[in-house]
């Protein structure tokens, strides 16, 4: 029942969050202003449900270490974006036309800081945290990743490919930065810097979401198996790439800190446990 719970009371923050934007129309300033405090609310709410249902303080969201693990995980989301579209440029499938919108990536700001934090909750917080603790960490791992794969195909443009390419992006690399440090600030971060440097920044569609105006005024043309289509560079082979790469880091730095959960353990696993460091 503590899934449920917990799955249940972040959805809501993020339901409620979810309308408040779209009642914004779009509107910038209302988006961040709306957008941020969405994800701060559902943090605060997380914590809440995981000290009530299970006992124990929420140690993966807790206060200290979180601004350093946002820093980097937002550094490494915007490196690895940056990787994708430094291929695409250099293929000449990705031109830069000009300056694009500020107030728009500042809009954007708040639209994908909410969800980030949102997804990073339900899908790591939440489902992997929890079925690992049943059945280890490689079958949790792939259990969520279609899970957060299949999420996508509600997006407007999502083909089958886009939800391939999602669900070994960011359930692989996504849950892989949550595994090597047992805290959801680094997924976060990555979360938010991967989708801000593709909408905020290069002004790229992002999970088939439709464009968006950021700070760049781009251009995409190509394959689709190079570009991603009409479902943004996330369905470039490109991204697939280089997020299997950041996730066999990320799975190499989790496995030397002992942080892997195997299957069967009869013990049960949870934040609360003591991880070598």
Not at 105 to 118: C, D, N, P, Q, Y
Not at 173 to 199: C, D, E, Q, S
Not at 206 to 228: I, K
Not at 236 to 257: E, K, N, Q
Request: include cysteine.
């Amino acid at each position: 029942m503590r899934l449920v719970w917990q799955f249940v009371a972040v959805a809501a923050v993020a339901f409620i969050g979810g309308q408040g934007l779209a009642a914004g129309d779009g509107n910038p300033w209302l988006t961040l202003a709306l957008g941020v405090p969405t994800a701060v609310l559902a943090v605060l709410v997380y914590g809440w449900v995981v000290r009530r249902t299970e006992r124990r303080p929420s140690v993966e969201v807790a206060a200290k270490g979180a601004g350093a693990g946002l820093g980097l995980g937002t550094l490494i989301g915007f490196a690895v974006f940056g990787l994708v579209i430094l291929q695409l440029a250099t293929n000449g499938y990705y031109e830069i036309n000009g300056r694009g919108s500020t107030t728009g990536a500042v809009g954007l700001v708040g639209f994908m800081a909410a969800a980030a934090v949102t997804e990073e909750l339900l899908f790591r917080g939440v489902l992997f945290r929890i079925t690992e603790e049943r059945t280890g960490t490689w079958i949790a791992m792939t259990l969520t990743g279609v899970l957060f794969g299949v999420y996508h195909l509600a997006n407007p443009d999502a083909s089958l490919w886009g939800t391939v390419a999602v669900a070994v992006e960011g359930g692989g690399m996504l849950t892989a930065a949550y595994i090597a440090t047992r805290k959801l600030w680094v997924p976060i971060g990555v979360h938010f810097g991967w989708n801000f440097a593709a909408a905020g920044i290069f002004s790229s569609e992002v999970s088939g979401n439709g464009a968006n105006q950021g700070l760049l005024d781009t251009t995409a043309s190509g394959p689709q198996f190079v570009t991603g289509g009409d479902f943004g560079p996330e369905g470039s082979v490109f991204s697939v790439l280089f997020c299997v790469l950041a996730t066999i880091v990320f799975m190499w730095a989790a496995r030397r800190r002992g942080r892997l959960v195997p299957r069967r353990r009869a013990d049960r696993v949870d934040a609360t446990t003591k991880m070598p460091q």
